[in-house]
């Protein structure tokens, strides 16, 4: 059973303009949300992670918003740049716990 | 300084064999993961290590799965009886420390195993 279920798989956009990739979750025990960024042939790398006691985190052009009661949280990417072409996944970890949930990935493709 | 490194970058072995994929960690790092992650999909969870001892080895699919890290440094996912289903890339991860904290795990680039 998926525990992190993220969408869309794939996303095409232009340069300049906004990704956003969702992410839900049904363990209310969860409380770090993390997102990572893999380029191909390397791992994953932290880009930006919040924990549920605030509804966004921005960092330069990557801000992720958190909707504790409809158990959702997202990545904006503002400006998207064909450099931030990449796969991402979400996932989340629960308190006291050290076993991370990724979601399946989006592929990001922005077109110059 | 160097970040967290595994060898060997690509294994392909026969269906039945023994193989042993090997992590080193960042210096320092107390906490160490290991993950797979099959094509298109999201890491895995596979086991976590604080120092030499497995904290958490629940994601382990069986026991011909099995990871040691006896100095509390480099580790060792050894994989016995392979099956074709193996097939992944296992990556390796390790953060300053686990349980309480939120620190930042590093990833390895990764053992891409092919099971023939």
């Known amino acids: 059973q998926q525990q992190v279920k993220q969408s869309p798989q794939s996303l095409i956009v232009q340069k300049g303009g906004i990704s956003i990739i969702n992410c839900a979750y049904e363990?209310?025990?969860?409380?770090?949300f993390p997102w990572y960024q893999q380029f191909p042939g390397k791992g994953p790398a932290l880009l930006i992670a919040i924990r549920p006691d605030v509804s966004e985190k921005k960092e330069g052009r990557f801000t992720i918003s958190f909707n504790k009661s409809a158990k959702q949280f997202s990545l904006h990417i503002m400006d998207s740049q064909p450099g931030d072409s990449a796969t991402y996944f979400c996932a989340a970890k629960i308190y006291n716990f050290n076993k991370f949930y990724f979601g399946s990935g989006t592929k990001l493709n922005v077109k110059p | 300084g160097a970040g967290v490194s595994q060898t060997p970058s690509n294994k392909v072995t026969e269906k039945g064999k023994y193989v042993e994929l090997r992590c080193d960690p960042i210096?320092?790092?107390?906490?160490l993961y290991w993950y797979r992650q099959s094509l298109g999909q999201g890491p895995e969870f596979l086991i976590y290590?604080?120092?030499?001892?497995?904290?958490?080895d629940s994601g382990l699919p069986n026991d011909r799965f099995f990871a040691v890290r006896p100095e509390g440094s480099v580790s060792t996912l050894k994989i016995q009886r392979t099956e074709r289903g193996d097939s992944a890339v296992y990556l390796c991860?390790?953060?300053?420390?686990?349980?309480?904290?939120?620190?930042?795990?590093?990833f390895g680039p990764g053992t891409r195993l092919t099971v023939l």
């Open positions: 290590f604080q120092g030499t001892g497995a904290a958490d």
């Open positions: 991860a390790s953060s300053l420390s686990g349980g309480l904290s939120y620190n930042e795990q590093f």
């Open positions: 363990n209310t025990a969860f409380d770090y």
């Open positions: 210096s320092g790092h107390t906490a």
